[in-house]
């Protein structure tokens, strides 16, 4: 059973173009979540979705960033006009469910490294 | 809103000695989830143990354990017969257990390090 699987593992943009970040969840789980991690610091709540709904995206900032999660494929976290503070590592995880609820077993990705020029 | 501290930045200890890392906690919710998880050098996200709260018994696996004091709302591991490969950094992580949008919520993390 694959685990969590994140592409590009390393991006690098200048400033002002578009970064696209795949994330295809665990075989079964259709929550997925994205966290982003700066330099030296814990991870930061960005969005939580399942199939075609965003539940919570509460840590998105409110400009540039967006995120989708389609019937089919990849969950996709884009962001538009990438500037030096979006230069971060993001990481991608799913959840299996029980009922509605997440079971609180998380399963992280690899992360995404995005560096922006 | 949950928040998560990890009051103690870097810890280094000696190979083979016991290290109890700290996490305290603030929630409003009865019932809920606790982990910890260990970021190598690869930047893996790895769970090392989890704890539901309902649960009076402290989780355990292998050579780590935790110290679960719901009054004090307080989350140590404890790392018995530290190994070389446990030099990592460490994140305590909050998740509700019911209603709403659950999210792990982060502490800032300890950094370990273990010394031959």
């Known amino acids: 059973n694959a685990g969590v699987m994140q592409n590009p593992r390393h991006l690098v943009r200048r400033r002002g173009q578009e970064a696209r970040l795949r994330c295809s969840p665990m075989k079964g789980h259709s929550h997925v979540y994205w966290y982003r991690q700066l330099p030296e610091e814990g991870l930061k709540f960005m969005v939580y979705?399942?199939?075609?709904?965003?539940?919570?995206e509460s840590g998105m900032p409110k400009e540039r960033f967006s995120a989708e999660f389609p019937k089919e494929g990849p969950s996709i976290l884009r962001i538009q006009q990438v500037v030096r503070g979006d230069s971060a590592a993001y990481f991608c995880a799913s959840s299996p469910l029980l009922g509605e609820y997440s079971t609180g077993e998380l399963f992280f990705g690899e992360g995404s490294r995005l560096t922006v020029l | 809103a949950q928040t998560v501290t990890q009051s103690q930045p870097e810890m280094s200890v000696q190979e083979a000695e016991t290290v109890t890392l700290s996490c305290t906690y603030d929630t409003s919710e009865s019932n809920y989830y606790l982990f910890w998880y260990k970021q190598p050098p690869s930047r893996q996200m790895i769970l090392v143990i989890r704890?539901?709260?309902?649960?009076?018994q402290n989780a355990t696996e292998n050579r780590f354990s935790v110290n679960f004091q719901k009054a004090a709302k307080s989350f140590s591991l404890k790392i018995s017969d530290s190994q070389l490969g446990d030099t990592a950094m460490y994140f305590c992580a909050f998740m509700k257990h019911r209603g709403g949008a659950q999210k792990l919520v982060f502490g800032q993390g300890t950094r370990l390090t273990i010394n031959p």
């Open positions: 979705l399942q199939k075609e709904n965003i539940i919570d």
């Open positions: 704890q539901e709260a309902y649960k009076q």
